[in-house]
Structure formats: C-alpha cells, structure tokens
C-alpha cells in the first residue's frame, strides 16, 4: 500500500479501517458481478446499462478495499473509492482504477444532462462494459492471491461484452 497516501485518507477520514471477513468481501465481489451481468441484459436502455455498468466497477473496488481492511466514509465516497484504488501499492490495478474513474464522469453527464444522445451513450456503455470486461477478471484473480481462501468462493465473470444499443 503507499501507506503515506492510505493513512491521510484514514486520518481526514475518507477511509475508515474496518475488519471484513471473506463472506463480506465475497458479498462486495457478488454485486459486482450481478451489475455487471445486469448491465448487459437485452433490452436495457443505454443510460441503465451505463449506470449498472459503473456500479459493478465501483463494488468491485469495495471489493479490493474491503480485502486490505478499508471502507469509504466520505461524502465523495465514488471519487475516493477510485483514489484508494489508484493508491493502494498494486500496480496490476492502477489502470483499472483511472479507467473506472473515468467512467464517473461519464457516469455523472449520463444522470445530470438532460439532453444525451443516446447513441453516444451506447458508445460510452460499451467502453464501460469492455473496461469491466478487462478489469473484473484481474480484481477477481487479485482478491484470490489476497486472500487465498476467497478462490472457491468468488462467482466467475462469465459472459462477454455485448454490442451497443443502437
């Protein structure tokens, strides 16, 4: 961990130390999968599949944060999460954090502009499901060699990115 950076967040209180047991670790990763499954359901709007999509990348990282014995307590608590992330002294995580910070912003027009174009919102979900894609199975195989016990336990990402609605 660049323990500098993780002990200000804990002391400004961005981050609380808290202890988590394989099965709440587990539970974290569970939802990640689900959001990112649900995110690709046939028929979902663009905009559903783009928040769903998010949603995943941020449980996933409540995932690898829960595993090193950390919880967001902040009011920006989306923009910490992915600090953390970026932060923690894991080097195989660092791009998928920047990349699921990224999809906050995208995240954050997709909910508060009114006027989207929804195509160019498919664009943007199938980024977000192809950084899922790519990120999912390198926190998951990170959370095994974290905590070994995990690897029997942790559901498969399984299915492949789907096309854009267009």
Request: glycine share 6%; proline share 6%; net charge negative.
């Amino acid at each position: 961990m660049s323990a500098e950076d993780i002990e200000r967040l804990v002391v400004e209180r961005s981050l609380a130390r808290e202890a988590f047991d394989d099965a709440q670790v587990a539970g974290f990763w569970a939802k990640a999968v689900a959001s990112y499954r649900d995110a690709q359901v046939p028929g979902i709007s663009p905009d559903g599949g783009l928040q769903l999509a998010y949603t995943g990348g941020l449980q996933a990282t409540f995932a690898v944060l829960a595993a090193r014995e950390l919880r967001v307590k902040s009011t920006a608590s989306h923009y910490k999460a992915f600090y953390a992330l970026q932060k923690l002294d894991e080097p195989r995580l660092r791009a998928h954090a920047v990349r699921f910070d990224e999809l906050r912003a995208t995240r954050h027009e997709s909910i508060y502009e009114p006027e989207e174009d929804q195509a160019e919102i498919a664009v943007r979900l199938a980024a977000a499901l192809a950084a899922l894609h790519e990120a999912l199975p390198a926190i998951r195989a990170w959370l095994v060699g974290e905590r070994p016990e995990l690897g029997g336990t942790l559901a498969p990402v399984g299915l492949p990115v789907r096309p854009p609605h267009v």
